[in-house]
């Protein structure tokens, strides 16, 4: 069963760095998709970023250049190094895998079918 388990979140301050972790079992990262999301109090969830089509990326204009997303195939896992954070990166994080071949990045919530419980990043500034 597919079941992704994120972890990593914490507190910095403003301009610091964190590394989140999502490991997953039944996902063949050189197949098939996943992607990182974060949800803000009051606001809809938002993709900051996926991994996709056997090891593109794809990131959203938020968090470009800021953001990284690498594979691990022996560990089953997906890391998102978090560089230069902001205040408004602040949320809870999810992780969440998408069964089959993407040739494109799949940037919605919809096109994934697992999902983890979610992590905390909080950034004060």
């Known amino acids: 069963q597919v079941r992704p388990v994120e972890s990593g979140g914490g507190s910095v301050q403003d301009g610091g760095s964190l590394r989140l972790s999502c490991t997953t079992s039944?996902?063949?990262?050189?197949?098939?998709?996943m992607g990182w999301f974060r949800q803000a109090p009051g606001k809809e969830r938002e993709q900051v970023a996926a991994?996709?089509?056997?090891?593109?990326?794809w990131y959203a204009d938020s968090v470009t250049g800021r953001f990284t997303l690498f594979p691990d195939n022996a560990k089953n896992t997906v890391y998102l190094q978090m560089t230069s954070l902001k205040p408004e990166d602040t949320g809870v994080y999810y992780c969440?895998?998408?069964?089959?071949?993407?040739?494109?990045?799949?940037?919605?919530?919809?096109?994934?079918?697992?999902w983890g419980q979610g992590t905390q990043v909080t950034v004060s500034s």
């Open positions: 991994l996709y089509g056997g090891g593109r990326t």
């Open positions: 039944g996902v063949t990262f050189s197949r098939e998709a």
């Open positions: 969440a895998a998408a069964h089959g071949l993407w040739l494109s990045a799949p940037t919605q919530p919809g096109h994934y079918q697992f």
